[in-house]
């Protein structure tokens, strides 16, 4: 009797449909190697996030970093990494506004982007760490355009309104 049940277990399982798993991996990266392959690292302070609508459930975030210290390369003292967060969810990554991070980047410039498995270290506000101060400046994150979609429906209204009832005015057909 136990063998039967083992055995009905086993062919349901394979006969079962099984959705498929998602799971992020990443190689761990040895600090020594991050920093040598890192064009910029730096500490600071999310102070600001921006997040922008992709299509379906995908977003774009912009985080705004206040830099207090450059290990490596020449950093200001705001700079914008992006963060693409996809439907799936498994290997996104969200960093918190008011902490302080470690960011071992690729890019030199201002704007870095980074995504599961880059090498951001959450760090403590007392912890030191040795290096240069970043360069004053750096840009700001991206604003939305307003939305002019109900200011325009509603003028075109009123104009549509107005031309019928000046089309319906017995004054104009005089």
Known sequence: MRTALVLLLVFASV??????????SCEAVA????RAESKVIFAGSVSDSH?????GDDKLITYLFKVDSVVKGEVHEQVLMQNRIDDEGSCNRRLAIGVRYLVFGDQPEDELSSDACSKIEKISEASEV?????VPGGPDLPTDPPNLLIPISVSLLALSLFLIWRS????NHA
């Open 15 to 24: 006969l079962v449909p099984v959705d498929n798993a998602y799971a992020c």
């Open 51 to 55: 997040t922008k609508d992709l299509h």
């Open 31 to 34: 600090d020594s190697v991050a």
């Open 168 to 171: 319906r005015d017995p004054r």
């Open 130 to 134: 040795s290096g240069e101060a970043p």
